[in-house]
Each structure stands twice: as C-alpha cells, then as structure tokens.
C-alpha cells in the first residue's frame, strides 16, 4: 500500500526564493472532515491529480495519487465550493541534500508559510534548516484539507500559539 510519510513545519521567515520558480497550486476538497481525504489539484494550469489519503498514524498515512486530465481537475475544483486553497510550491534542496517542499500560500491564505519534507521510512533523518518554525506534523488544525475549511483569523490565531514570545529581562514580554 503507498504511504505518505511527511514532516511539516511552520516558516516565518522563508528563505531566499529567487531563481527558483514556483509550481501554482489549486487544491479543492471534495471530502475529508471525517474518513479519507478526497483531493484535486491543478498544477501549473498543465496537470491534474486525484489524491486520496487515509487516516494518519503519526507523520505516515496510506496515500493513492492518480494523475487525471486537467479539464477534469477543473470540472472537480467547481464542485468543492469554498473548500480550496492556492499556492507557491518551492522546491528547496537543504545542506544534506534532503527536498524540502516549501508552501507560501496565496489568495485568502496569504501570509502563511508550511514547508513538509517527505521520508521514504520512518528511520531516515534530516538536517532542519535554520528558515524552519515549529513542527506542526501533529496539529490537525493545521492539515491542508482543515485550512482549506477554516477561516483566515482563525488560522492566525492557531499559528500564532506557535510564534515564539519575545523575552525581555524579566520574562515574556505581556
């Protein structure tokens, strides 16, 4: 069975993104709050994908991707209503040589920066590069299919649990 296992961390500060081009990415759900995720993505107005994940143990979930033609893609997409979100795929090599995949999200997510490094097994590690925030491989909240349902302040103030407190003499500043 395929399985998706996947890191994901908050970025607050990207790195330098110039010279690299970004995939455009339309993500819709067609189901998902509770059982399998259903997903169809657009990238680059050139291809479609179908994508059916199942429940996630940990960072690791079954994952079928099946590539669909982009009229399809685009016929799917209409039908998820209000659950889509857009964006900025990067492609970052890190010092040890690991692809990080580096979401800087458009339209009514802008502002919100996830990067997710995916690991062929459970045993193999990585070098975390300093532009990384938290992790959020945990925080469901902060799934894909869950900001493509939730609304932009709720978000920023589930990411804002995360931002770290700045610390004066005498503690965390109020």
């Known amino acids: 069975m395929p399985k998706e296992i996947e890191d994901r961390y908050l970025v607050f500060v990207p790195p330098s993104l110039s010279g690299l081009t ?24 050139d291809q479609g994908f179908l994508t059916i994940k199942g429940k996630k143990t940990g960072n690791s979930a079954p994952e079928f ?5 982009v009229a399809d893609a685009e016929e799917l997409l209409l039908q998820c209503d209000d659950v889509i979100l857009t964006k900025d795929r990067y492609e970052v090599t890190g010092a040890d040589g690991h692809v990080w995949e580096l979401d800087i999200f458009t339209g009514r997510h802008a502002g919100l920066g996830i990067a997710e490094i995916e690991l062929p097994d459970h045993k193999t590690r990585y070098q975390k590069p300093a532009w990384l925030g938290p992790e959020i491989t945990q925080d469901k909240r902060l799934s894909n299919s869950s900001l493509a349902r939730t609304g932009v302040k709720e978000i920023m103030k589930w990411v804002a649990d995360y931002r770290p407190k700045a610390k004066g003499p005498s503690g965390p500043a109020p």
């Open 22 to 45: 970004p995939a455009k990415i339309v993500q819709g759900y067609l189901s998902g709050v509770k059982g399998p995720t259903v997903r169809v993505r657009k990238v680059n107005d």
């Open 65 to 69: 991707e099946y590539p669909i033609p």
